[in-house]
């Protein structure tokens, strides 16, 4: 089976960094995405790796380590709109496969 | 169209019901998935399209569900003989056709069934 594990929930201070791991067991591997989503709403794009290291952009960054089965998003200077889940997916061969989410909670 | 469209935003159906749910994708790109979400968990892969033909729907839970894309376009989700545990978010997603292959996702359709 695929199996990607996240965090179920975490807290954090405005104006703090935040980082959200994500392992990932799956048959093959096509690339990593971290998608956004408010509460009711639809996921939106937020960051993608295929090789290992670092990308960044702006206040988020994604980090990714094949070899291990790992990765993490980074979220710096956080902002109470940035109270949402994140969701980590695998792209293997056409099919998306998502973890749980992690629901972060901002608060002042 | 400027995004994913799907529709309705919300049905409610009663147990046993046939429930269509269509999803409009964005103009160009070929692949479309259709995803499931209950409430705390993330999407669940159902059925995915490149053009017309479903090239796999490795994901669809039982032969109640059924998907077209008859034009390469626009999809229709079909549910037979729906089940309260039926009720969820159906999402729609369509992808860019150069990498990174991100999704594009609907805003989905609340299903409820009573």
């Known amino acids: 089976g695929q199996n990607i594990d996240q965090p179920t929930e975490m807290t954090a201070t405005e104006g703090a960094i935040v980082q959200i791991n994500c392992t990932y067991q799956t048959s093959g591997f096509n690339g990593l995405f971290w998608y956004q989503q408010h509460a009711g709403e639809a996921p939106t794009f937020l960051s993608y790796n295929v090789l290992d290291g670092l990308e960044e952009k702006g206040r988020f960054s994604s980090f990714l380590s094949r070899s291990k089965g790992y990765s993490y998003l980074l979220l710096k200077e956080l902002q109470m709109k940035d109270s949402a889940s994140y969701l980590c997916a695998v792209l293997n061969f056409n099919k998306f496969y998502f973890g749980s989410g992690t629901k972060l909670n901002v608060k002042p | 169209g400027a995004g994913v469209s799907q529709t309705p935003s919300n049905k409610v159906t009663e147990k046993g019901k046939y429930v269509e749910l269509r999803c409009d994708p964005i103009s160009g790109h070929t692949a479309l998935y259709w995803y499931r979400q209950s409430l705390g968990q993330g999407p669940e892969f159902l059925i995915y399209?490149?053009?017309?033909?479903?090239?796999?729907d490795s994901g669809l839970p039982n032969d109640r569900f059924f998907a077209v894309r008859p034009e390469g376009s626009v999809s229709t989700l079909k549910i037979q003989r729906t089940e309260r545990g039926d009720s969820a978010v159906y999402l729609c997603?369509?992808?860019?056709?150069?990498?990174?292959?991100?999704?594009?996702f609907g805003s989905g359709t609340q299903l409820s069934v009573l």
């Open positions: 997603a369509s992808s860019s056709p150069q990498p990174p292959e991100k999704l594009f």
């Open positions: 399209f490149q053009g017309t033909g479903a090239a796999d």
